[in-house]
């Protein structure tokens, strides 16, 4: 039996319903029903249903005042998870080999996702002693460095319900044990653009992080740069890797559209 052509497998409305999407471009913020009506040649019951359908998931609002339709938040969203998943990644990579040819300590790139740290990707150093890749670990937030640039910039009603308990989990000595102590912190990062993780999580590692900001000006993910504490003195990590990692953070932000 001859497979068949993919076109044959299209449904009609789920083609209509994106065509609806489509007319909200450039410098087409609001349509009515009328209106979309006559572009998408379809009757007016049609476009209703199409519209109801998605304002109902969030892909189209309307607003009250004018009672046309605009993009929702829901749009929004998903171009922001292909620019994290995909544009991120890629527009990350050469930054981060570049930065390990610069410093030779392992760099990461990675995303913040449910309250935990997500490591995307990452270039390894050539030492001998190495951390140990975390691609595709979920880390907590409050000892890593990655976790720490994404707190800093919420708010404490977001960073209490991210984080309930006042007393948090140590995993070492260095570990922060309460929020308060964690928040005191924060405060520090957000001044300074940057979060180090000093032996949090593990006992004789140390990281650098940046935040990378999208053209909305969001937090989209961290750049990071992290090795065996050894070889990570403050001297090195202020004077070296600090503005090696903010640095990189901007260019990445720059590549994924923000401006200052």
Do not use: W
């Not at 450039?26 to 009328?34: A, K, P, R, S």
């Not at 189209?60 to 339709?69: D, G, L, R, S, V």
Request: charged share 25%; glycine share 4%; with cysteine.
């Amino acid at each position: 039996m001859a497979r068949k052509e993919k076109s044959e497998y299209i449904i009609q409305a789920v083609s209509h319903a994106l065509d609806l999407l489509e007319q909200f471009h450039d410098d087409v913020d609001e349509l009515g029903v009328t209106e979309l009506s006559k572009r998408l040649k379809l009757h007016k019951n049609n476009v209703f249903r199409l519209l109801a359908t998605l304002e109902s998931r969030g892909y189209i609002e309307q607003n009250k005042a004018t009672e046309n339709y605009r993009l929702g938040l829901k749009a929004l969203e998903l171009g922001q998870t292909f620019i994290k998943q995909m544009g991120l990644l890629r527009q990350a990579k050469p930054i981060l080999d570049r930065m390990v040819e610069t410093c030779n300590e392992t760099s990461y790139v990675a995303i913040f996702k449910e309250g935990h740290v997500v490591y995307l990707d990452v270039v390894e150093t050539d030492m001998t002693v190495r951390v140990v890749s975390r691609v595709g670990s979920r880390m907590p937030s409050y000892c890593t460095a990655a976790g720490k640039v994404h707190l800093a910039f919420m708010s404490d009603e977001e960073i209490n319900e991210l984080l309930p308990s006042a007393e948090l989990k140590t995993y070492t000595p260095n570990t922060h044990a309460s929020r308060d102590a964690l928040k005191a912190e924060l405060k520090a990062v957000t001044d300074k653009g940057y979060a180090i993780d000093n032996e949090e999580l593990d006992l004789g590692v140390r990281c650098v992080a940046a935040p990378i900001r999208d053209y909305t000006r969001r937090i989209v993910g961290a750049i990071s740069v992290s090795g065996p504490s050894m070889r990570l003195p403050n001297q090195r990590i202020e004077q070296e890797l600090v503005p090696l990692v903010l640095n990189a953070a901007e260019e990445l932000s720059t590549r994924l559209g923000y401006h200052k």
